[in-house]
Structure formats: C-alpha cells, structure tokens
C-alpha cells in the first residue's frame, strides 16, 4: 500500500471520528431526547462510560425511563458526588421514594455528606418517607370523583355557606360558578349561585364569608392580568362590586380567600418583595380599610409557586395551600399549616389520595362533617380538572417534641409508634420537631422517640375513644444528656466519654488538618467532631450503638466502623484512630499532650 493510499484512509478514519463526535453533541442528544428517543441516548452513554460520561448521567436517564432500581444502582457509583448537587440528590431521594427505599438514600447520602447541607438531606428524607408512608394510607380515606364533573375543567372550588361551590370554566362565556347540593349519601345536579349580574366577569376563583353576604374573586382583565375585587352578595348577585385597593401595576392577584368574618383577606399574587414566583399574601380590615398586604412568610412561600388559599378557623386555626416546590407528589401540591401566635408553622404535606403526580389547584374541609373537596386534573377524571370528595377514615396522631431544657422544637429525632407489640410507623420529625402518624385501627399504643445526645423517651398513647378524622396531639419533652432528669427515663443509654486521637500509622505522630464526621448506623443520625491542630478530640457516645467514623484531609479519607455495643458502665476510653493504607482504632498506648 502506497503512502499517499495510507494517509487517504487516515484522513478518512479521522473524518469518521470527527462526524461521530460532532453528532453526539449536546444539540444532538437533547433533540433525542425531546423526540422521547431516551434508549438510543442511554446506550451511547453506557458505551461511553466511564470515559466523559459520568454514572450520575447515566442515573438520570434512567429516572427519566422510570427504570428506578437502575437509576438507584448508578447513581451509587457516584455517590461521594450526590450531596454535592441538590439536583443529583433530589432525584436519587426520589427513586428511592418510588422503590420504598428511603432509609437506603439516608444511609448513603450521610456516608459521603461531606460538604453538603446535612438539614438538606433531612429533608429530603422526610419528604421521602411522608411520600412512603402516604401511599399506605390510601385505605384510609373515602374517596370519589364528584358525579357532576364533566369534560371542561372544574378548577376551583369554595364555601358557600357550609356548602361547597366549584368553578367551571368552558371552552366558550363566562365560567359558571356552581353549587354542590347533596342528599344523604347522594348528590343532585349542581345550582348555579351566580346570575352574572355585573357583565362577562372572566372570574377564575371566588371566596364568601362565612354569612355568604360579602364576597371575594379574582378575574381576568382586558390586559390579561388577574385582580382582586370585593363585593356583596345578595341571591346570585355581585353588588356594590370595587376592586382591592392595594394592587402592584403589572402583577398578578389571584386566588382571594376570606376568613369567617370577612375581616382578613389572603391572596396568591407575584408582586415584588416576595419569596418565589407566586407568593401567599394577607392584608385586615381595619377602620373600613384594607391594610397594605404582608408576606405570609417563608413558613408558607418559597422560590417556587404558592396559591390558592383557604382559611379554616376553630379551635385552631388552618391555613391549607398548594405549591409546586420540591419534595411533594409531583406538580402542584396541597399544604396545611397551623397558626401559632402571630404566624403560620406546622406546615404539613397531605398524604394521597390527596396529593397525585398531577396537579392539585385547591381545597376546602369541613370539620363538623369531616368531608373534604379538592380539584385536581389526575389521571382517571372525566376530562381537565375534577372536583373531589374525600372523607378521612383514620385518626391523626400530632406527635411534637421539644428540648426539655430550652422548650425549643426537636427537630431529626427518631420516632417508633407501637401497638400491640406491632410497629405501625418509624420516621423521624420534621425541622419543627413535628410528625404525623395516621392510624385506622382504635388502639392503645406507645411512642419510643431516639436522638443522639438525649436520653431515650418513652410514652404510651391511646386512640381508643377518638372519632375518625380527629387529631390529636401528642406532645413529648425530650431530655438532654447533660440536663438534669426529673422522671428516670425508660431504658436509658450508658454515655461512654471518648478521648481520641488521629494518628498516621507509619511515623505515629497526628493527621495533620483531619476532620471527623460521625455516622450513627443505629439512629442514622450524623456528628461532626471538632478535631484539633494535635488530632485530638474528644465525644460522647451512647452505649450499644454501631458507628461509622470517616477521617477527612485534603488529600486522602479514611472509614472505619466503631462499637460502643460491649459498653455496659459509663467510662472513659482513650483511643487512637490510626491511618495509612487503611484505618484501624485501637487502645490508646499513650495519651501524652
């Protein structure tokens, strides 16, 4: 073969590769993947792993295929990396929502939480096990699809005095706005309650007082922005109809929710001063005046979208709302939160059939008949948006703890409910120190509740004499290691006092700039340890407890694992955690400053 032969073929294989490569560019496989051509793009990354293409990449793909136990698989191969990316994390939490999975993602997202926002990753847990836990409470609820929703959207619904009112919105005219008219367990064709008495009013959502004589709604304008307007209500008609004087020119008022005496008014609007995009906001009538509206709070608002809110007043009162932010069902989401003083926290994720993958737009509850209506567009409706009804067939145990010594929320704490011996849920509390247990069967019962530097806490409960869809409060003080204790708790831990050092096991003199992060495999829990310029440090550690320590530096990490199990007495041990090739502790031969 001639040169001029050889070098020809060379420009040819070179041509080939160079084709190749411009067409797995990035414009390439994101056509690909908008034509739903996921396979074709999965096996040019597998065949390009691990040269360029990362496992995370190939995880996501896999999410997108909705084949989770793979996604899960590839996604541990890059497990150092996940809690570095909260997009990474998010969607890894998610597959393991989906496969049941939940304590696995806690486990290795911890492990490698070395420069990641722990409180995160917590939640993200917990958002994960409320997804778990809620997908075994639909038993739990009477649920069914309103007998006159149809194929246009019923997107809204409202009280009208103790009775439900939903919008529906056609193709073509006005939306209507209906009344649910029920006979025992039956319903009747729907009533319209509004006679367009002020013109072609595009009314999206509306909202009555509890006197049904004063009323709320938003409607479309010419310019195709949402505003506000109040009114009196007198046999279908709108009177006396004026707009909410506190409107931001260029936004979007939507959403307007009244309390019972008609004297606050809440609203979703994406005026300036906000948290995300669609923000909750609340404004009083005071001497005949409306106040200029205030944030709700990042309690209820957050860098996504809030709306829709309904007041519920009683001996607590309620604020349910929807969001799309993560960590929910999917879409947007239905949210309750309960006031305490002057603002709104508890916030609390309702559980399906409540909540869906799709979008759920809005909901109002009745307590003295226990029923519920939402609106939703889910999958198996009549077309669009459908109106709802759920009836609660479980009680709801309220479990909040709180530091006995500081009265202040224990949030990440550990949580057993037990009957009969049974376990009938486990999961840790929210960052207000809150969970929510739902429980379908009368029962006698006990909560065990486990965190790291308290002592253990027992309290039996009992739900026998609670009526379905009551709540009822548990609440626990949970006392610190270091505070003095007033009742002796069940089944006390031992403390075990460590005095440690970290030590390079070739030369024996301290790991310089090494850090020490903790990680409880019996309470899934994690510490960092202060570590200091000579490798000491210093811990307490609960007795029959197995740990997972990892030594940090800028060069290198060590794991190693560590029992307190054989403790049975209160002690101090002096260690020695000893790195090279590997780590390894052992009893301190010397503790010399």
Same mark, same amino acid.
């Not at 997202?109 to 722990?118: G, V």
């Given at each position: 073969?001639?040169?001029?032969?050889?070098?020809?073929?060379?420009?040819?294989?070179?041509?080939?590769?160079?084709? =190749? #490569?411009?067409?797995? /560019?990035?414009? *390439? %496989? $994101?056509? @690909?993947?908008?034509?739903? !051509?996921?396979?074709?793009?999965?096996?040019?990354?597998?065949?390009?792993?691990?040269?360029?293409?990362?496992?995370?990449?190939?995880?996501?793909?896999?999410?997108?295929?909705?084949?989770?136990?793979?996604?899960?698989?590839?996604?541990?191969?890059?497990?150092?990396?996940?809690?570095?990316?909260?997009?990474?994390?998010?969607?890894?939490?998610?597959?393991?929502?989906?496969?049941?999975?939940?304590?696995?993602?806690?486990?290795?997202?911890?492990? =490698? #939480?070395?420069?990641? /926002?722990?409180? *995160? %990753? $917590?939640? @993200?847990?917990?958002?994960? !096990?409320?997804?778990?836990?809620?997908?075994?409470?639909?038993?739990?609820?009477?649920?069914?699809?309103?007998?006159?929703?149809?194929?246009?959207?019923?997107?809204?619904?409202?009280?009208?005095?103790?009775?439900?009112?939903?919008?529906?919105?056609?193709?073509?005219?006005?939306?209507?706005?209906?009344?649910?008219?029920?006979?025992?367990?039956?319903?009747?064709?729907?009533?319209?309650?509004?006679?367009?008495?002020?013109?072609?009013?595009?009314?999206?959502?509306?909202?009555?007082?509890?006197?049904?004589?004063?009323?709320?709604?938003?409607?479309?304008?010419?310019?195709?922005?949402?505003?506000?307007?109040?009114?009196?209500?007198?046999?279908?008609?709108?009177?006396?109809?004026?707009?909410?004087?506190?409107?931001?020119?260029?936004?979007?008022?939507?959403?307007?929710?009244?309390?019972?005496?008609?004297?606050?008014?809440?609203?979703?609007?994406?005026?300036?001063?906000?948290?995300?995009?669609?923000?909750?906001?609340?404004?009083?009538?005071?001497?005949?005046?409306?106040?200029?509206?205030?944030?709700?709070?990042?309690?209820?608002?957050?860098?996504?979208?809030?709306?829709?809110?309904?007041?519920?007043?009683?001996?607590?009162?309620?604020?349910?709302?929807?969001?799309?932010?993560?960590?929910?069902?999917?879409?947007?989401?239905?949210?309750?939160?309960?006031?305490?003083?002057?603002?709104?926290?508890?916030?609390?994720?309702?559980?399906?059939?409540?909540?869906?993958?799709?979008?759920?737009?809005?909901?109002?509850?009745?307590?003295?008949?226990?029923?519920?209506?939402?609106?939703?567009?889910?999958?198996?409706?009549?077309?669009?948006?459908?109106?709802?009804?759920?009836?609660?067939?479980?009680?709801?145990?309220?479990?909040?703890?709180?530091?006995?010594?500081?009265?202040?929320?224990?949030?990440?704490?550990?949580?057993?409910?037990?009957?009969?011996?049974?376990?009938?849920?486990?999961?840790?509390?929210?960052?207000?120190?809150?969970?929510?247990?739902?429980?379908?069967?009368?029962?006698?019962?006990?909560?065990?509740?486990?965190?790291?530097?308290?002592?253990?806490?027992?309290?039996?409960?009992?739900?026998?004499?609670?009526?379905?869809?009551?709540?009822?409060?548990?609440?626990?003080?949970?006392?610190?290691?270091?505070?003095?204790?007033?009742?002796?708790?069940?089944?006390?831990?031992?403390?075990?006092?460590?005095?440690?050092?970290?030590?390079?096991?070739?030369?024996?003199?301290?790991?310089?700039?090494?850090?020490?992060?903790?990680?409880?495999?019996?309470?899934?829990?994690?510490?960092?340890?202060?570590?200091?310029?000579?490798?000491?440090?210093?811990?307490?550690?609960?007795?029959?407890?197995?740990?997972?320590?990892?030594?940090?530096?800028?060069?290198?990490?060590?794991?190693?694992?560590?029992?307190?199990?054989?403790?049975?007495?209160?002690?101090?041990?002096?260690?020695?955690?000893?790195?090279?090739?590997?780590?390894?502790?052992?009893?301190?031969?010397?503790?010399?400053?």
């Amino acid at each position: 073969m001639t040169m001029k032969k050889c070098l020809f073929i060379l420009l040819l294989l070179c041509t080939g590769l160079s084709l =190749h #490569a411009r067409k797995w /560019d990035s414009l *390439y %496989i $994101n056509k @690909l993947l908008l034509q739903g !051509e996921t396979d074709k793009v999965l096996q040019y990354y597998l065949s390009e792993y691990p040269n360029g293409i990362t496992a995370s990449r190939i995880a996501e793909l896999y999410v997108l295929s909705k084949d989770f136990p793979k996604a899960i698989q590839w996604f541990e191969r890059d497990s150092a990396i996940l809690p570095t990316s909260k997009n990474l994390l998010t969607a890894y939490a998610e597959a393991c929502r989906i496969t049941g999975q939940c304590a696995r993602f806690y486990n290795v997202a911890l492990r =490698h #939480a070395a420069t990641t /926002d722990i409180v *995160y %990753i $917590n939640t @993200l847990y917990t958002h994960c !096990e409320q997804m778990l836990q809620s997908s075994m409470q639909m038993a739990t609820y009477e649920f069914d699809n309103y007998a006159y929703n149809t194929g246009s959207d019923e997107s809204y619904i409202s009280v009208l005095r103790n009775h439900p009112v939903f919008i529906r919105r056609e193709n073509t005219g006005a939306p209507q706005v209906w009344q649910v008219v029920r006979q025992y367990q039956q319903f009747a064709p729907p009533v319209s309650v509004y006679k367009n008495s002020v013109g072609a009013w595009n009314i999206r959502s509306i909202s009555f007082s509890k006197d049904g004589n004063t009323v709320a709604f938003a409607a479309v304008q010419p310019d195709g922005l949402q505003k506000i307007f109040l009114a009196d209500y007198l046999g279908g008609q709108l009177l006396n109809v004026r707009p909410f004087p506190h409107y931001v020119a260029g936004s979007i008022q939507q959403t307007p929710a009244l309390n019972a005496k008609a004297n606050e008014l809440y609203f979703a609007s994406n005026q300036s001063g906000g948290y995300g995009k669609m923000d909750i906001w609340k404004s009083k009538l005071e001497n005949g005046q409306w106040s200029k509206p205030e944030n709700a709070g990042d309690r209820i608002n957050s860098t996504a979208s809030e709306s829709s809110p309904f007041l519920l007043s009683g001996q607590t009162e309620q604020l349910f709302f929807v969001s799309d932010k993560p960590g929910g069902a999917g879409g947007f989401d239905i949210y309750k939160a309960t006031r305490k003083g002057n603002s709104w926290q508890s916030v609390e994720w309702l559980p399906a059939p409540i909540n869906s993958e799709a979008d759920e737009m809005s909901i109002i509850f009745d307590p003295a008949v226990k029923t519920g209506y939402f609106t939703s567009d889910r999958s198996g409706g009549k077309g669009g948006f459908d109106v709802y009804r759920y009836v609660p067939q479980q009680v709801t145990l309220r479990l909040q703890l709180t530091d006995s010594a500081t009265a202040q929320p224990l949030g990440f704490a550990a949580w057993k409910l037990f009957a009969e011996e049974r376990l009938l849920g486990e999961g840790i509390t929210n960052d207000d120190g809150e969970a929510y247990l739902a429980v379908a069967d009368k029962k006698n019962g006990r909560i065990e509740i486990q965190k790291e530097q308290y002592k253990d806490a027992v309290q039996s409960i009992s739900w026998l004499q609670a009526s379905v869809g009551d709540t009822l409060a548990v609440s626990l003080k949970i006392v610190p290691v270091s505070a003095p204790a007033t009742v002796q708790p069940v089944q006390s831990p031992v403390i075990i006092q460590i005095q440690g050092r970290i030590v390079d096991s070739l030369t024996g003199q301290p790991v310089k700039g090494a850090s020490l992060r903790m990680y409880n495999l019996t309470s899934r829990k994690i510490r960092e340890v202060d570590v200091d310029a000579t490798g000491r440090f210093s811990i307490a550690l609960f007795s029959g407890q197995e740990y997972e320590w990892l030594v940090k530096t800028a060069q290198q990490e060590w794991q190693v694992e560590y029992s307190t199990k054989s403790e049975t007495m209160a002690n101090t041990l002096h260690i020695e955690v000893m790195c090279g090739q590997k780590a390894f502790i052992r009893t301190s031969l010397q503790d010399k400053p």
